[in-house]
């Protein structure tokens, strides 16, 4: 849960960052004067053969200049004819007069990251109704466990939670095996030492993907030394 609460706050500094870039970029743009120019040269960042940066050289009231475009792709080659904008107050600020790609993708990212958060906080509050539901008005039964398994699905800092397998009769005979919630710790010993063989369930049988294990009988000894 904190790992989702910590992508949203990842994804909120995105987005107030690639509104703040958009919104400076607007602004600039409303004084900014627009002429073209030549790109001079293309660097290659040390140590990084696919990085690199493009200089720019044009000219304003018969003074050249070369400065640092804010923008490069892999299309652009020494001696291209290029379109800029500048800041008349200062004319060694430019921006390149190409899409406003960096806005754009910082403003995405943290979409990104609020949509996984907005999931992950729907499905909680779906499983959180379901099992209030399913206490007040479910079947309460005790379903025998079945194994202890790793849930491979889920993976935190290189682990993998444990999942309870229970088992239940169904109305025709048939066996339904039940799933816990994730456990990030190893419910084993506990189960061996105080002989806990059974859980609490509270089921739909008519669906019994609807489900609830109490996982109380278990989680009750964690305070202590097991």
Do not use: C
């Amino acid at each position: 849960r904190i790992g989702y609460l910590a992508l949203g706050v990842v994804g909120l500094a995105f987005m107030a960052l690639g509104i703040k870039l958009g919104v400076e970029r607007a602004n600039f743009n409303k004084t900014a004067v627009s002429t073209q120019g030549h790109i001079s040269r293309i660097i290659t960042l040390q140590g990084d053969d696919d990085s690199h940066r493009a200089y720019v050289t044009y000219e304003v009231d018969g003074q050249q200049y070369e400065e640092l475009s804010d923008y490069y792709h892999s299309d652009m080659r020494e001696g291209q004819t290029i379109d800029l904008k500048y800041d008349p107050d200062d004319p060694s600020v430019i921006r390149i007069s190409s899409p406003a790609v960096v806005p754009i993708i910082f403003i995405a990212i943290g979409g990104v990251f609020f949509l996984i958060l907005f999931t992950f906080l729907w499905i909680n509050n779906r499983e959180r109704r379901m099992k209030e539901r399913l206490m007040a008005y479910g079947r309460h039964i005790y379903a025998d466990i079945h194994e202890v398994i790793h849930d491979t699905a889920q993976t935190t800092d290189g682990k993998t939670p444990y999942v309870i397998v229970v088992e239940l009769d169904g109305y025709d005979e048939s066996v339904f095996q039940l799933y816990s919630e994730a456990l990030w710790f190893d419910p084993r010993p506990i189960m061996e030492k105080h002989g806990v063989k059974q859980l609490p369930v509270y089921v739909d049988l008519e669906k019994p993907i609807n489900h609830s294990i109490d996982l109380t009988p278990i989680t009750k000894y964690l305070d202590g030394d097991y």
